[in-house]
Each structure stands twice: as C-alpha cells, then as structure tokens.
C-alpha cells in the first residue's frame, strides 16, 4: 500500500490553485489520487466495504463543498483531504453507535411490553448489540471463534474441533481478537 506521505509527495501543488478556484478537473485530480488511500483508511477503520465507500463518497463531496476554506498556507491539499477523511470516519462511527443504541431501545421496549425499559437493561443490551458489531467487524474465522467463546462458552479445544481448525490458530486469533476488541471498545468507551 501506498502510504500517505508517498501520496502527498506525488501531488501536483500547482493544481491546488485550480482546486480551491473551484475548478473541477483539479477536483477530479484530487478524487483519482486520494480516494485509494481515502478508502483503505475507511475500510481498516470501519472493516466494512461498504462503509468504506459511502465514507469516501462524503470525503470528496465535503472536500468540494469546503474548498473555500482550504488554506494552502496551513496545510498542503492532501494533508487536508486525510483530514477529513479522519473526520469523516468518526463520525460513521458515532452514527454506528447511535444506531445501535436506537435498535436497543427499540428491541429493549418491546421485551417489556411497551412499559420502558430500566437503565440498567438498556446499557446491558446496547454493550451487547456493540459487541455484536464489533465481533462481525472482526470477519472469520476470528468472528465465529469469539461468538463461540463468547456465547457459547467454548473452550479453545471445542472451538477448534466445532471448526475444524487447528488448536493454536484458535489461541492465535482469540488473542489478537481479544486485543483488537479491547482496543475498539476503549475508544467507544471513551467516546460517550
């Protein structure tokens, strides 16, 4: 992969000048050059390609739309365009959360016959539909050998036989699993 720095070197500044005239060849430039990277951020971040391309649609379309508030004196292009697409990436995060955090709500009035949920049963039920989303980002097999650990209370050895995987790839990836799940649900955690 391209990095950002090797990205930003190959940028052309003397379209920046068309850019912020509003001149959408250089636009188009712009979009050719970044959405690569623009896109692999999203999906590393997000793990979800989809995701990742509306994402990057929002990127550029923010980037078009703000281009009167690019300064050239503060930032090169490419360096605002990365960015945005952080910001951008945040927020498909905080939308992510928030609906969860609405299905639960939802899902937790229903269980109770329309009585409102406590909340204590909303926080438990939104910790699991995070978790839930966290364990699909996580793709397989990593996915199927946390939900098996984690709901069906598994042990290393039954998860190995119930996938027919080796005894240490299963240890592999509940680790690094592990790890990347404390990781995310941290800054989720940090965030509200």
Aim: charged share 25%.
């Amino acid at each position: 992969m391209v990095s950002p720095n090797e990205v930003s070197s190959e940028w052309d500044d003397t379209l920046t000048a068309s850019f912020t005239a509003g001149d959408e060849s250089a636009l188009v430039a712009a979009y050719r050059q970044f959405a690569p990277l623009v896109h692999t951020l999203a999906l590393r971040s997000l793990r979800d390609r989809a995701a990742a391309d509306d994402v990057t649609q929002e990127v550029f379309i923010r980037v078009w739309r703000s281009r009167d508030t690019f300064n050239p004196e503060v930032a090169r292009l490419p360096a605002w365009i990365v960015g945005i697409a952080r910001h951008v990436i945040a927020d498909a995060h905080s939308a992510s959360n928030r609906e969860v955090r609405r299905v639960l709500a939802v899902a937790q009035v229903q269980d109770t016959g329309g009585g409102g949920p406590t909340e204590g049963a909303v926080e438990v039920l939104a910790d699991r539909l995070l978790l839930d989303g966290e364990l699909d980002r996580l793709g397989e097999p990593q996915g199927a050998i946390m939900k098996l650990a984690f709901y069906e209370d598994l042990t290393h050895e039954q998860i190995s036989r119930r996938l027919e995987l080796p005894l240490g790839t299963v240890k592999s990836h509940i680790r690094r699993s592990l790890i990347h799940l404390r990781s995310r649900l941290e800054v989720d955690h940090a965030a509200h």
